[in-house]
């Protein structure tokens, strides 16, 4: 069975590990489980962008897989980024079958607005699905009610729905 281990990486609320890790098992129809905690690779840090780099951080993840079948989702609370943009809110290899969700701008507190935590859930648990949507081999979707839409902006996560649309659900074989 493809298990789906969630992998907090540096200091995560275990509030959100809780939720993210039954909403994906939930999605994919698997075990989802919380696994051995990981620091945040130093290297990751990028000193100009003050930022950390997501594909570092997804290198490292790997040597934290324990089957070959398992995906493995990190979870982090720091800002990240991917060379092609200014910050990412996840991150996937889907060969190496990991993926990475950042909680940074999920909260409503980053846009200056008070804090939300059933929102921050929700965000949450959308990323963490659409992250492992790409590790389980699916691209993104022109439908925006679709999870698997690409997400610019967090008013994209909110738009679009926690599952996947027709098309996805049906490449996904689940
Ligand atoms: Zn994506
Ligand atoms: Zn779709």
């Not at 996937?92 to 607005?113: K, M, T």
Request: proline share 5%; net charge neutral.
């Amino acid at each position: 069975m493809k298990r789906i281990i969630i992998i907090p990486i540096g200091k995560v609320n275990p509030e959100f590990l809780r939720t993210i890790s039954s909403a994906t098992g939930h999605k994919f129809h698997t075990k989802a489980e919380v696994g051995r905690k990981m620091s945040i690779p130093p290297d990751s840090y990028n000193v100009l962008r003050k930022q950390y780099n997501a594909v570092a951080v997804l290198k490292e993840m790997i040597s934290y897989k324990q089957r070959a079948g398992d995906s493995l989702l990190g979870i982090v609370d720091i800002d990240l980024y991917a060379s092609r943009f200014n910050y990412v809110l996840g991150e996937a290899d889907p060969n190496a079958g990991v993926a990475v969700i950042s909680l940074w701008r999920l909260r409503q507190e980053f846009y200056g607005l008070p804090g939300d935590k059933d929102l921050l859930k929700e965000r949450a648990a959308k990323e963490a699905i659409h992250e492992l949507g790409h590790v389980y081999g699916l691209d993104h979707c022109p439908d925006p009610e679709c999870i698997m839409y690409f997400s610019n902006r967090i008013s994209d996560t909110d738009k679009k729905g926690p599952g996947f649309c027709d098309i996805c659900q049906e490449m996904l074989g689940l």
